[in-house]
């Protein structure tokens, strides 16, 4: 079964702090995924990885940016907290496509507050 | 632009009867099509998907159907169970990237009442 943990469930920070959110997988999963999760406009993609060192923006970058320095490990980083990065968190990863879907698998979420 | 809508932020059914969940996309480059359920406080989990090419896809009581034409998918729920109750996301994925990256509807709240 695949495992995806995301190291806190919640987090508190303040503004203009510098914040690390940490994503471990354990099914030797090439893509890895950020999302952030808002009422009303559901899961947004920060960022994605698809191989470790490469990465990608994904719909909402701005004021972010990500690690993936090991193959399970895929990280997000805020570089100045602010407020309006209050949202909850999701790590998710994947196999490749190769022809036929592959979901992806979530992550429990790190509910951040920043205040 | 939101290229996956789900315009029903919420629906109530009652334990027993169908539960219909609808997502329109504005894509027609999508080759697969997923639905996830998602309980308070966890991560969102896989239920079913569907290729561009089927108009149709079951798994127990679960099904979804695609209607190409329309650029209108829906997730069939029968019979609907209280354990059903949660938000669930309609998502779009393009078959030609390599890193199967999905594109998310807002979610749809579902409750099913005892």
């Known amino acids: 079964d695949v495992k995806v943990t995301q190291s806190s469930r919640y987090l508190v920070k303040r503004t203009g702090e510098k914040v690390f959110l940490e994503c471990v997988q354990d099914m030797d999963h090439e893509n890895m995924f950020w999302y952030r999760q808002d009422p009303g406009l559901g899961l947004r993609l920060i960022y994605f990885s698809y191989d470790v060192k490469m990465k990608e923006k994904g719909d909402i970058p701005e004021g972010y940016s990500v690690s993936r320095e090991k193959k399970e490990r895929f990280s997000l980083i805020l570089e100045s907290a602010s407020t309006n990065q209050t949202s909850m968190y999701l790590c998710?990863?994947?196999?490749?496509?190769?022809?036929?879907?592959?979901?992806?698998?979530f992550g429990d979420g790190t509910r951040l507050s920043i205040l | 632009d939101q290229q996956v809508k789900q315009n029903s932020p919420s629906l109530s059914v009652q334990e027993g009867r169908i539960s219909i969940l609808n997502c329109d996309y504005t894509n027609s480059m999508f080759d697969y099509f997923l639905w996830y359920k998602k309980y308070p406080a966890e991560g969102p989990t896989f239920l079913i998907s569907?290729?561009?090419?089927?108009d149709k896809n079951e798994d127990g009581r679960f099904t979804v159907f695609l209607n190409k034409s329309a650029k209108h998918l829906s997730l069939h729920i029968v019979p609907s169970q209280p354990g059903d109750s949660a938000v669930y996301f309609c998502a779009a994925q393009y078959g030609s990237s390599n890193t199967g990256k999905l594109i998310f509807g807002q979610g749809t709240t579902l409750q099913v009442k005892p």
């Open positions: 998710a990863s994947s196999l490749p496509w190769t022809g036929y879907n592959q979901p992806q698998h």
């Open positions: 569907i290729s561009s090419i089927k």
